[in-house]
């Protein structure tokens, strides 16, 4: 006759391939339906709570496969710990997708969205190996130093190298804390894998600086939330009158067209509205680039710099505009001081002598 601790193994074991996928599905719809911004404190204790109920599995799995655990309430809990590290895993994965996908420039940061969204998708297939030291320990280290990245910047109210730095140097010592606690109860698995330890730990840490310092990193917690082409833009009782041509119908995301038939001596407006963090502020900038058919490149024309304020739930809105218009391919990219691209626009510029059809909106 089975005991009820084997019953229970044997039921996840049996189940398992049903349990994955629905623990990945309800990490991620929870945090869809519960995240909404990335400087509301609510947000953050989600986070906190996963990276806790990870560190707690990662404790509790680790002390009674050394022993130390022989309660009849730990020891029934024992066959749910992998299960439950592999919801927390995906409740802070799906976070992270959510924020920094907000503010991501796909171009420059797809290879860093891809790791996330992978680490994500293939939650599900690392249940066994969640009961391995070096697995445990690194995707945790992985996990505190995305938080990191932009919880810091919240904190301190500021970006920029220093802080990313800091960001990895917190993780680190928390990581390392971590790991001097579990070695007052269970020092042999961390002496034998000490050595693996501290190389895949130290070779995520350097793929973090490389991935930031080429600029593929999200410059979370800012993220673009609209942007456009507009042919007149006016300032009217705190907000924008704008003019436009509308995007073709079946641009379901897009409001303003890639095609801007544009008269001589016209002006050429681009509109921006980026969320910051409230008591957040930051300068960003628009920069117009022309593609040259020559040099088969891109050829910067403009950098408009302006400082925003955060707290606005639709982002701080401003415009740049250029005069110095020719015909042909051009992209604004808005971004951080530090040339972190937020988002980008690009367009064709048609000569037209008739004026074309436009929209009216306020924003």
């Known amino acids: 006759m089975p005991s009820k601790q084997e019953l229970i193994e044997s039921l996840i074991h049996k189940y398992e391939r049903f349990i994955a996928p629905f623990t990945f599905v309800a990490g991620f719809v929870f945090d869809t339906l519960t995240l909404k911004r990335v400087d509301l404190l609510f947000d953050h204790l989600v986070i906190l709570a996963n990276l806790i109920l990870a560190g707690l599995a990662i404790i509790v799995l680790n002390l009674y496969e050394a022993g130390r655990f022989r309660f009849r309430a730990v020891v ?9 590290m592999q919801f927390a895993f995906g409740g802070l994965f799906s976070a992270f997708v959510i924020f920094y996908t907000k503010s991501a420039a796909l171009g420059k940061s797809w290879i860093f969205l891809l790791t996330l969204i992978m680490l994500l998708v293939g939650n599900e297939k690392f249940r066994k190996k969640y009961e391995r030291f070096v697995f445990q320990l690194s995707l945790f280290f992985i996990a505190v130093f995305s938080y990191s990245i932009f919880a810091l910047p919240i904190f301190f109210k500021k970006m920029g190298d220093g802080i990313f730095l800091l960001s990895g140097l917190a993780s680190v010592i928390l990581v390392a804390l971590f790991v001097l606690f579990l070695f007052r109860f269970v020092s042999y698995p961390i002496k034998r894998n000490l050595r693996v330890l501290a190389l895949s730990i130290g070779g995520i840490y350097a793929a973090f600086n490389f991935l930031y310092f080429l600029n593929i990193i999200p410059p979370a917690p800012l993220s673009l939330k ?61 920069r117009w680039s022309f593609y040259d058919d020559i040099q088969k490149g891109w050829v910067k024309k403009e950098s408009i710099r302006f400082p925003i304020t955060g707290g606005r739930d639709g982002g701080y809105r401003g415009y740049s505009f250029k005069t110095a218009i020719l015909p042909g391919k051009w992209r604004v990219e808005v971004m951080t001081d530090d040339g972190r691209v937020l988002g980008r626009e690009v367009f064709h510029v048609v000569r037209k002598e008739i004026a074309p059809e436009l929209k009216f909106g306020i924003k």
């Not at 924008?240 to 379901?252: K, R, V």
């Open 76 to 84: 029934f809990l024992i066959p749910f710990a992998p299960v439950l």
């Open 226 to 286: 609209e942007s456009g082409i507009y042919h007149s833009i006016e300032r009217d009782n705190g907000g924008y009158i704008m003019s436009f041509e509308p995007a073709l119908w079946y641009l379901f995301f897009d409001e303003t067209s890639r095609i801007y038939h544009w008269r001589e001596g016209e002006p050429v407006y681009y509109f921006s509205s980026v969320f910051a963090p409230t008591d957040f502020a930051v300068p960003i900038m628009h």
